[in-house]
């Protein structure tokens, strides 16, 4: 008798856990979105705005997360050794955030994976869900035996 069947899903990186002299916390409480708006008290546009004004403590806190995104990045091309790795989310768009998750990742990555690796941002990411959607439609058509492991 076979057991239940596991659904396959993308990963969630903002799930990592990570050792801080706090404790063990999840990436997101380091790297997202509501982790910087908790460390600044400002809500997601006041930080744009403070970030466009110079606030230099704004900047180190956008800053010191995108450090923490960089070294989950690093640790999965480390670890993994993708030929791909693709991030999306409301917070690479602060100023600061996305180049320096590049460049952390990038430090702590060993360079031979780090060359042969990928690492963007998703194009238009409210179509992500559709485009695999479509993937997986044509390769159904085609009979690829891979799509067995989403039916």
């Known amino acids: 008798m076979a057991g239940p069947r596991r659904q396959r899903r993308a990963g969630e990186i903002g799930y990592l856990p990570v050792p801080t002299p706090r404790g063990i916390v999840r990436l997101d409480d380091l790297a997202g979105g509501a982790a910087i708006v908790r ?3 400002l809500g997601p546009t006041q930080v744009h705005a403070a970030l466009s004004a110079g606030d230099t403590a704004v900047r180190e806190t956008v800053e010191a997360a ?10 999965l ?11 999306a989310g409301g917070t690479l768009g602060y100023p600061g955030y996305w ?3 590049l460049a952390t990742a990038r430090t702590h990555s060993l360079p031979e994976l780090w060359d042969c690796c990928t690492v963007d941002r998703i194009k238009d990411p409210e179509l992500v869900v559709a485009r695999g959607a479509l993937r997986l439609a ?14």
């Open 99 to 101: 180049d320096t998750a």
């Open 66 to 75: 995108g450090e923490s995104f960089g070294l989950a990045i690093a640790t």
């Open 39 to 41: 460390a600044t008290g």
């Open 77 to 87: 091309v480390n670890i993994l050794n993708p030929d791909t790795v693709r991030a």
């Open 138 to 151: 044509a390769a159904a058509a085609d009979g690829a035996g891979w799509i067995e492991q989403y039916v």
